[in-house]
């Protein structure tokens, strides 16, 4: 890994960093305090140059695409794969995407093309059943009932002792209300009979939803999330450039959440000294954001 200061990785630092604070992004702060500027990445250098040469084909549908293909989840000819980080998550990630969340907007594919082993990305409404692992399992969104991360551990407890999953029911078939897809990583359904182990390790997989605001409502009403526990992140503000219009800047990029829950987790659940194990999450969209920051500086747009 090479430790790189975002402002380092592009060129003409010191001419643009006053129209860099431009607020035309509707990025909430300046840049010299952008949390990004402080990320532990490896070298981007391989899409500086994919930059340079411009679009390119999908290696798997031959569509011409920047940097990686959003539909087929991987990097586009110009970007060799083994010249991208591969970043281990210590629990698996379910990305529920909306289908009318414009597939090239969305920052949800950068998890899957950094973290491959760990990342599955669902269409709604094909997505899996959870009722069995709700011991195991819980859903990013905010509400009148989430908890905060380092509260996961003692709120998991509560679902084993309600006995969620005994062992007489649990080889059980879920009804099927939609088309369903098993993930991979699914384990045998006598494993979560046991509530034995660590309590901070209990967690095995998070759900995140990738849609915009307005239209959350139609996934976190499935009857297959309800019960799930909810998880709300601490406050912080948005580095997306697509920023939604009249919405907090404590909305989140998909990718945003999904870096800033696993800090959290680290610190809060695991007991962990942070040290940037995730950092390169944002391998792409650290790149993407100082490409358009850029761009509109030179375009001289305040």
């Known amino acids: 890994q090479v430790t790189m ?14 129209c860099l604070e431009s607020q035309e992004l509707q990025t909430p702060s300046s840049f010299q305090d952008n949390p990004l500027q402080k990320l532990q990445l490896a070298s981007q250098e391989v899409l500086e140059k994919a930059k340079k040469s411009g679009r390119s ?73 959870y009722e069995e692992k709700r011991h195991e399992i819980a859903l990013i969104f905010p509400g009148p009932n989430s908890v905060s991360v380092k509260d996961i551990a003692f709120h998991l407890q509560k679902y084993t002792k309600k006995g969620v999953c005994k062992s007489d029911d649990c080889s059980k078939e879920p009804v099927l209300k939609q088309a369903k897809i098993e993930p991979k990583e ?23 939803i990738d849609s915009t605001w307005n239209q959350t409502n139609k996934i976190i009403t499935d009857e297959r999330l309800q019960g799930l526990l909810q998880i709300e992140l601490k406050t912080r503000k948005t580095c997306f450039w697509r920023h939604q219009k009249g919405k907090p800047d404590t909305y989140l990029s998909t990718i945003e959440a999904i870096y800033y829950f696993l800090v959290d987790y680290h610190q809060e659940v695991l007991k962990e000294n942070y040290k940037g194990q995730y950092d390169n999450l944002l391998f792409f969209f ?13 375009a001289g747009k305040e």
């Not at 200061?5 to 006053?18: D, I, N, V, W």
């Not at 990305?95 to 920052?107: L, N, Q, R, V, Y």
């Open 5 to 18: 200061s975002l402002s380092s990785s592009t060129q003409g630092p010191k001419r643009s960093t006053e």
């Open 57 to 129: 084909k999908c290696p798997r549908c031959s569509s011409s695409r920047m940097f990686y293909c959003y539909t087929c989840f991987v990097p586009v000819e110009t970007v060799p794969t083994k010249e991208i980080p591969t970043v281990k998550l210590p629990l698996k990630i379910d990305i529920i995407k909306h289908p009318h969340e414009t597939d090239g907007k969305s920052t949800a594919v950068h998890a899957k093309l950094l973290a491959p082993d760990d990342v599955t990305i669902y269409k709604y409404p094909c997505i899996p059943e």
């Open 186 to 208: 699914e384990k045998s359904p006598n494993e979560c009979i046991s509530g034995s182990g660590n309590e901070g390790t209990r967690l095995k997989k998070i759900i995140f």
């Open 286 to 298: 650290s790149f993407m954001y100082t490409l358009i920051k850029n761009a509109k500086c030179c």
